[in-house]
C-alpha cells in the first residue's frame, strides 16, 4: 500500500492501511476513491506519522504532484475512471453508516456534528473516520489562527478509550497482505491505538506551542514504542494506563477540561466566527 | 505469520513498478532503512535500496496499473546486490533501532516494522552497485 497514496490521507476517513471498505471518500474534493491505494494529489497528509514529520513529507508532496486533481501515483495521469462524485454512486456508498457521517463532513453545518456522529458509532472503521477527520480539521483550525483548544472535545473523547482495545471485524480487513487473518486484525488493532495517540499528540504539540500546560507531555509516541517494542495488544494497554494516562491527566483532568469546555463555549457565543465549532 | 515458508534458495522476491522498468537505486544514498521504508522523501526520493515483497498479490497491489517484476537473491548477489532479509528487518527494528535502521523515532520504528511485516518485504541493498541501472535491467524480470 502506498504511504503517499489516498488510503493513507487524513482527509480519507473511509480506510487506513488494511482497513476499511473498499473505495475511499475525499473529504476536500468531495469525490468518492476508487482506487485509493493507487492515487494522490497534492494536498496529501499522512496518517501513519506524528504531525511534525507530516508536515515534512508534506513539502515534498505538495512540491511533486497538483492541489486540485487526483492523479494516479505510477503514472502521473489524472484518470476520471479513479474517482466519482455521481449521485447514484454517492447514494450507494452512504448505505455504509461510517461513509453516511464522513460524506456529510463538511456538507452539514458542523463538522464537529458529524465526529461526534462518528464517534457514536461502534468499531474501528468509525473511530479511524473520526481520527483521521479530526486531525484535519483541528489542523485547519490551527491555520486559521484557532486555540489548541479546537481540538479539546476530539482530546477529551480519544482519550477515554485510549486504552480499549479496538473492534476490528473481519469485515473491516480490505487485505491480509503478506500475513494471516489473525495477525492482520493484530497489527490493525495496533495502528488504531496508535492513532488515537497520534491525535493527542497533535494537540499536545498545538498546546505546547500555546504555553497550555498539557503541552509538557510531549513525545508520547515514542514513549509507547519504546517501551512496549512489540504489537502487543495488552501491553501497550497496560503502559498506556500507568503512564500516558496519568501523564496527561496530571495536566489536563476532567475537572479543567470541563472549565476549558465552558470557556470554549462561551467564546464561541462572544464570537461565532471561532474555530470552536466549525471549519 | 507469512502464508508460506519463503526460502531465499528457490522463492522469488517481487515488486510492483512501472510497466517500462523498476525504478533505479543510487548507491550512494542516503542508507537509512527506517526512511526508505516509511518513504519520507516521497517520490523521485534517492535510496539504495528497492522495496521487494514474498508475495505476488503484495507486489501487484502496489503495481495497480504498472507491472509486477521479480527477482532471486542468488542472481542479485551475483551482480554485487546484497539481501536485507524480513527477518533481518524485523530484527532491527525494535526500540529506536539498530545499524542502518537505527532512528531518531521509536514509533517511526515501529510503523516501518508494521509495514515489513504485513508486505512481507525484503530489501535489495545496492550500497555496492557500480552500474545500478545495468544492475537493475539484468537481475528483475517481469512476472
Not at chain 2, 50 to 72: C, M, P, R
Request: include cysteine.
Amino acid at each position: 500500500m502506498n504511504l503517499h497514496s489516498c488510503q493513507n490521507c487524513w482527509f480519507n476517513g473511509l480506510q487506513y492501511g488494511a482497513l476499511g471498505i473498499a473505495v475511499g471518500y475525499c473529504s476536500v474534493h468531495k469525490k468518492i476513491l476508487n482506487i485509493a491505494d493507487g492515487t494522490t494529489c497534492g494536498l496529501h497528509l499522512r496518517k501513519d506519522l506524528p504531525l511534525y514529520r507530516v508536515k515534512q513529507v508534506a513539502v515534498h508532496h505538495s512540491d511533486k504532484y497538483p492541489e486540485n486533481m487526483i492523479i494516479r501515483i505510477i503514472s502521473g495521469i489524472e484518470d476520471k475512471r479513479d474517482i466519482s462524485s455521481d449521485d447514484k454512486d454517492l447514494l450507494s456508498l452512504r448505505q455504509d453508516a461510517v461513509a453516511d457521517a464522513a460524506l456529510d463532513f463538511g456538507l452539514l453545518g458542523s463538522k464537529i456534528e458529524s465526529l461526534a456522529q462518528l464517534k457514536a458509532m461502534p468499531g474501528a472503521r468509525a473511530e479511524v473516520a473520526m481520527l483521521s477527520l479530526a486531525r484535519g480539521y483541528i489542523s485547519n483550525c490551527i491555520e486559521r489562527n484557532g486555540k489548541w483548544t479546537s481540538g479539546l472535545h476530539l482530546y477529551w473523547w480519544t482519550r477515554s478509550r485510549l486504552t480499549d482495545i479496538p473492534d476490528v471485524g473481519v469485515r473491516d480487513i480490505r487485505a491480509v497482505g503478506a500475513t494471516q487473518l489473525a495477525r492482520q486484525q493484530i497489527l490493525i488493532a495496533w495502528s488504531v491505538v496508535m492513532l488515537r495517540l497520534t491525535l493527542i499528540d497533535d494537540v499536545v504539540e498545538y498546546a505546547a506551542i500555546q504555553d497550555d500546560p498539557i503541552g509538557k507531555a510531549k513525545g508520547l509516541l515514542d514513549r509507547a514504542a519504546e517501551s512496549t517494542q512489540t504489537f502487543n495488544l495488552r501491553s501497550l494497554s497496560k503502559w498506556l494506563k500507568a503512564e500516558a494516562i496519568p501523564s496527561i491527566d496530571s495536566r489536563l483532568s476532567y475537572t479543567r477540561y470541563v472549565e476549558l469546555s465552558q470557556e470554549l463555549h462561551k467564546e464561541s457565543m462572544d464570537m461565532p466566527n471561532v474555530c470552536v465549532d466549525d471549519v | 505469520m507469512t502464508t508460506k515458508n519463503w526460502k531465499p534458495s528457490k522463492d522469488p522476491l517481487f515488486r510492483g513498478d512501472r510497466k517500462s522498468g523498476v525504478n533505479v537505486p543510487k548507491a550512494n544514498a542516503d542508507d537509512s532503512i527506517v526512511r526508505h521504508i516509511l518513504f519520507l522523501e516521497g517520490p523521485g526520493r534517492e535510496t539504495p535500496y528497492l522495496s521487494t515483497t514474498e508475495e505476488y498479490d503484495v507486489a501487484e497491489y502496489f503495481a495497480q496499473s504498472g507491472t509486477v517484476w521479480k527477482t532471486f537473491v542468488n542472481d542479485a548477489k551475483k551482480e554485487g546486490v546484497s539481501h536485507i532479509s524480513r527477518a533481518e528487518l524485523l530484527s532491527l527494528m525494535k526500540g529506536n533501532g539498530k545499524g542502518n535502521a537505527k532512528w531518531s523515532s521509536a514509533f517511526e520504528v515501529m510503523q516501518a516494522r508494521r509495514y515489513v511485516e504485513q508486505w512481507g518485504e525484503h530489501l535489495p541493498d545496492f550500497r555496492q552497485v557500480v552500474n545500478p541501472i545495468e544492475t537493475v535491467k539484468k537481475i528483475f524480470k517481469k512476472s
